[in-house]
């Protein structure tokens, strides 16, 4: 079974920055969209960002474009979200995901990732 392990996280002041890092245990999922999700205490999980396969482009949330930076090693399957200029909004478990089989159009939705890592905490204190 392929595992995502997800590395980074932590306490940041607002204003801050900090970098997540998510890899696949094995090659299988070479090719794969792979993308990042957050939830917050009682709110839905929600998206981030995402990588669409092996060289498309980057997509992200209208709550994080010009702030986040997602970027892929393709050949380890493996991607990094930068999180600049940190809000107590941006607080919550951010969670990487990946699929091999999802369409474009659902690169948005949670249901279309059949891979999960098992989420690491961001925390932005004002």
């Known amino acids: 079974q392929v595992q995502l392990v997800e590395s980074g996280g932590g306490s940041v002041q607002a204003g801050g920055s900090m970098s997540l890092s998510c890899a696949a245990s094995d090659r299988s999922l070479s090719g794969a969209t792979m993308a990042w999700f957050r939830q917050a205490p009682g709110k839905e999980r929600e998206f981030v960002a995402a990588g669409f396969r092996t060289y498309g482009r980057s997509y992200y949330s209208d709550s994080v474009k010009d702030r986040f930076t997602l970027s892929k090693d393709n050949g380890k399957s493996t991607i990094l979200l930068r999180l600049n200029d940190l809000k107590p909004d941006d607080t919550a478990v951010y969670y990487c995901?990946?699929?091999?089989?999802?369409?474009?159009?659902?690169?948005?939705?949670?249901?279309?990732?059949?891979?999960w890592g098992q989420g690491t905490q961001v925390s932005v204190f004002s």
């Open positions: 995901a990946a699929s091999k089989t999802l369409i474009l159009s659902a690169i948005r939705s949670a249901d279309a990732y059949n891979y």
